[in-house]
T-cell receptor, first 115, second 110 residues
Framework: EAGVAQSPRYKIIEKRQSVAFWCNPI?????LYWYQQILGQGPKLLIQ????????DSQLPKDRFSAERLKGVDSTLKIQPAKLEDSAVYLC?????????????FGSGTRLTVV | SQELEQSPQSLIVQEGKNLTINCTSS?????LYWYKQKYGEGLIFLMM???GGEEKSHEKITAKLDEKKQQSSLHITASQPSHAGIYLC??????????WGAGTKLIIKP
C-alpha cells in the first residue's frame, strides 16, 4: 500500500511570499488532516476534511491560510502571504474513519522556512 | 479540554541503557497512541493502547496504559542509536481527531 505523499519536502521563502503544499492520501482514506508542527511542539490541527467537505477548520488562520480537497482525494494547503512565524513542518495525514487514530498515516512532511 | 503532558521534554541516554518516557492525560484516555518522529519529518506509528492495564511490545519498545487510563509509559530496553528521535503521544478526541503531547526528544550517546 502506498503511503501518504507530500511535496515539496523543503521550502524556503521570504516573508510576504506565497507557498503551496500538496498531499495525496492513501487510496480510500476518506479523512485527511493538515497539521502545523513548530519545533519543540506537538502537531497542531489546521484543517480536517471528510471526503471533500470540511469537518473542522477552527484553528486555520483564514486570513492567510487556505486549503481545498478537490474530488475528495488530493489536497492543497496554501499560505498567502507568509509570515516568519509560519516556519514549521506541515504534516498531512489520512485515516479510514472507522479506525480513527489507529489508521492514521502521516506523510513525510514539508519543512517550511520563512526568512 | 483534554491535555497531554509528556515528560521528560528531552533525554540523553548512554547507548545500551534503558529509559522511560511518560504521557499523562488530564482526562480518561480512550485511545492512546505512540509515534516516533525524526527531526523535521513525518510521524511513524509505534503502538496503540486502549484498555486499562494494557501492555504492548515491539522489538525493544514496550508501552503500557495504567489501570485508570490516564497515564501511559514508553520503555526502551538496551537503547540503540536507531532509537534516537522525538517520541510523541496522541489521544483520541472528538471527530476522529488526535490531541498531542509536546514530544520527548531522545538522544543516544555512543
Amino acid at each position: 500500500e502506498a503511503g501518504v505523499a507530500q511535496s515539496p519536502r523543503y521550502k524556503i521563502i521570504e516573508k510576504r511570499q506565497s507557498v503551496a503544499f500538496w498531499c495525496n492520501p492513501i487510496s480510500g482514506h476518506a479523512t485527511l488532516y493538515w497539521y502545523q508542527q513548530i519545533l519543540g511542539q506537538g502537531p497542531k490541527l489546521l484543517i480536517q476534511f471528510q471526503n471533500n467537505g470540511v469537518v473542522d477548520d477552527s484553528q486555520l488562520p483564514k486570513d492567510r491560510f487556505s486549503a481545498e480537497r478537490l474530488k475528495g482525494v488530493d489536497s492543497t494547503l496554501k499560505i498567502q502571504p507568509a509570515k516568519l512565524e509560519d516556519s514549521a513542518v506541515y504534516l498531512c495525514a489520512s485515516s479510514s474513519q472507522r479506525t480513527a487514530g489507529y489508521g492514521y498515516t502521516f506523510g513525510s512532511g514539508t519543512r517550511l522556512t520563512v526568512v | 479540554s483534554q491535555e497531554l503532558e509528556q515528560s521528560p521534554q528531552s533525554l540523553i541516554v548512554q547507548e545500551g541503557k534503558n529509559l522511560t518516557i511518560n504521557c499523562t492525560s488530564s482526562k480518561t484516555l480512550y485511545g492512546l497512541y505512540w509515534y516516533k518522529q525524526k527531526y523535521g519529518e513525518g510521524l511513524i506509528f509505534l503502538m496503540m493502547l486502549q484498555k486499562g492495564g494494557e501492555e504492548k511490545s515491539h522489538e525493544k519498545i514496550t508501552a503500557k496504559l495504567d489501570e485508570k487510563k490516564q497515564q501511559s509509559s514508553l520503555h526502551i530496553t538496551a537503547s540503540q542509536p536507531s532509537h534516537a528521535g522525538i517520541y510523541l503521544c496522541g489521544a483520541d478526541s472528538v471527530n476522529y481527531q488526535l490531541i498531542w503531547g509536546a514530544g520527548t526528544k531522545l538522544i543516544i550517546k555512543p
